[in-house]
């Protein structure tokens, strides 16, 4: 009975998702980038490292001079453009995931804890967010790769431990309006610790609220990764990151305009996705619409 | 008489808190020297306006407030001193808002299993299935989220999960108050046919004297934290002592609208828990107050079958 039941929970859900366009345009196109990003290496017709100077920026398929071989074009070094946008998938996810899971650790547990006990703890809590608030990320990631060295494992440590305030000030209000609840007591009256309080009564209650701020920290994590590269503070050349390989088009953007715009489109649909896809989901998750 | 099955001695609590900011703390005493003492198979009606204290003498009798001085005692041992384990297979609570009492994202099944997950480890499902019958509630339901349920049959899922490990005291802080008064019936003979069935000790917490007078053997009042009136039920609701109890008892609508609204003896204003004086607290509201109430604290004394705080009754 329960596997039918839950059966047919799922099927809602997956009947719902279906009939929500946002859900489905995003989800579709973040499905896309994701293949991209796993079967980078199958998909790419060449070594995205691998020079050829004697075939400097030639350009995209719909320009004169265009080489079959060379789909999009090469770059100043004579690199497959192609292949390095989809391995420049695996970075931009990557590090989009990885520090919203770092950040979202850091945040939820901060969070819970200021907003179940209040008080001389919330204040601790509540100041550190403050802190971190003030803090100009650029400027503190710049110090940190200065100290620690450009790397993607550097990148992901600095800014998961920069971004998690809107994770932490999300679960701090919703553990806030929670912890007063009768079926708290409950659950001291039935002898449950603090860990399954928080983490398995608590934070189940949030999760259509996580679900958003895990959209927008992916987009906005996945802005500033570019933002970071083409400051020279992010991927080390020559790894394939959109923004880096902005950073590197800058130079002829007069002569040779697709080099950013390729990649910044390829950021721009990757934002896009995301943020339809979270939304979208938020809508059907939504404790309102079960 | 035997061990009590709840013994309260003396049970006092006060919070100390700050009605603006940087104002000097003050105290309320939410719980003044409180004393209660339930037999087995008994249940005691604890009734009193709001902010007198009732729901910190459950949550004292929970375990989950230590109180200031005192003792609480649940079957011959004190709570504090007890696991947390044997503390939850004795006494167990259902609440006032059975929307709030159930965690809204879990499935009635795992409500009413959770007890067991945490403590017990017999065969979950049979319980489960047994203890919806028990309570009345279809088993088709099991796989439901509390959403979906009635408020009546989400009240039966939190009876259901407070009895699955068996317990011997069931404290009920207002369990009818946030239902239907149709509801409100199937609850209380609900709550009666298994009290009657399982032996159960009952606290009966509540402001609605008919309900109290229907399921209580003996009623405790409250006003300000103590303790001032306490009678077997039928002592009680024929002849009160305390002007607080006959206020109390007059107050409460009878189902014929032929009476018409009972008459305010007690005028507008609330107890206010700050405004202690040195007398009787409930001076300043009694309809028969006299000089010396001011002055003179009162003491509980028996006055015919009742224990009454009062030396003008």
């Known amino acids: ?290 | 008489m035997s061990v009590p099955m709840i013994r309260l001695s003396n049970a006092r609590k006060v919070y100390r808190l700050r009605r603006r900011m940087f104002a000097p703390t003050e105290e309320l005493v939410a719980l003044n020297n409180l004393s209660l003492d339930v037999a087995e198979g008994q249940t005691l009606g604890l009734v009193g306006e709001s902010g007198c204290g009732k729901s910190t003498a459950v949550s004292v009798m929970l375990g989950l407030l230590r109180p200031d001085a005192g003792d609480v005692e649940i079957a011959g041992k004190k709570i504090g001193e007890m696991a947390v384990a044997d503390r939850v297979r004795l006494i167990q609570p259902v609440f006032q808002n059975p929307n709030a009492s159930l965690n809204p994202v879990k499935r009635i099944r795992s409500l009413i299993a959770q007890p067991l997950r945490l403590h017990g480890g017999e065969d979950e499902k049979r319980n489960v299935s047994h203890m919806m019958d028990l309570v009345g509630l279809p088993t088709r339901l099991a796989d439901a989220h509390p959403a979906e349920l009635s408020g009546g049959q989400r009240q039966r899922a939190a009876i259901a999960r407070a009895l699955i490990l068996n317990p011997k005291v069931l404290i009920c802080d207002e369990p009818t108050s946030a239902l239907d008064v149709s509801v409100q019936a199937q609850i209380i003979n609900l709550l009666l046919s298994l009290k009657k069935e399982l032996g159960l000790t009952m606290v009966f917490v509540s402001h609605d004297l008919g309900v109290v007078e229907h399921l209580a053997d003996r009623v405790a009042v409250m006003y300000l934290g103590e303790k001032i009136e306490e009678a077997t039920t039928d002592t009680l609701f024929e002849a009160a002592q305390h002007p607080y109890t006959l206020a109390l008892l007059a107050a409460s609508l009878l189902p014929d609208p032929d009476i018409g609204l009972p008459k305010q003896t007690l005028g507008n204003a609330a107890a206010d828990p700050f405004a202690v004086n040195k007398g009787c607290l409930f001076a300043p509201r009694c309809p028969i107050v006299q000089e010396s109430c001011q002055h003179v604290a009162q003491s509980l004394r028996p006055v015919n079958d009742s224990l009454v705080r009062c030396d003008k009754a």
């Not at chain 1, 350009?59 to 989809?86: A, I, K, N, Q």
């Not at chain 1, 790397?151 to 000030?169: P, Q």
């Not at chain 1, 949030?206 to 802005?223: D, G, K």
């Open chain 1, 1 to 290: 009975m329960t596997d039918a039941t839950a059966e047919t929970t799922r099927a809602s859900i997956w009947r719902k998702m279906r009939s929500n366009t946002g859900v489905v345009i995003g989800g579709t196109l973040l499905a896309i980038i994701v293949a991209i990003a796993v079967f980078a290496p199958l998909l790419s017709p060449h070594d995205p490292i691998a020079q050829d100077l004697t075939r400097r920026l030639l350009p995209p398929f719909w320009h004169d001079r265009s080489v079959p071989e060379h789909l999009l074009g090469t770059d100043h070094l004579g690199r497959d453009y192609l292949s390095r946008l989809l391995y420049g998938a695996r970075v931009s996810l990557g590090v989009g995931l990885g520090v919203t899971f770092v950040s979202g650790v850091i945040g939820i547990t901060l969070g819970l804890l200021a907003g179940y006990f209040g008080g001389r703890i919330d204040m601790v809590i509540s100041f550190a967010i403050t802190t971190r608030l003030s803090l100009p990320i650029v400027l503190v990631a710049l110090a940190a790769v200065a100290l620690g060295g450009a790397s993607l494992v550097t990148l992901i440590c600095v800014l998961g431990l920069l971004l998690w305030d809107r994770f932490a000030v999300v679960s701090r209000a919703a553990a806030q309006g929670l912890r007063h609840q009768e079926f708290i007591m409950g659950l001291h009256a039935i002898g449950a610790g603090l860990p399954r309080i928080l983490f398995l009564e608590i934070l189940p209650n949030m999760r259509a609220t996580i679900l958003v701020v895990v959209s927008l920290e992916v987009a906005n994590v996945i802005l500033l990764e570019s933002a970071l590269s083409f400051l020279g503070l992010g991927v080390r050349p020559p790894t394939p990151s959109w923004g880096l390989m902005i950073s590197e088009g800058r130079d002829n953007i007069l002569f040779d305009p697709w080099l950013i715009a390729l990649p910044g489109t390829a950021i721009c649909l990757l934002v896009l996705a995301v943020n339809l896809f979270g939304d979208g989901l938020r809508d059907i998750m939504g404790p309102a619409k079960r």
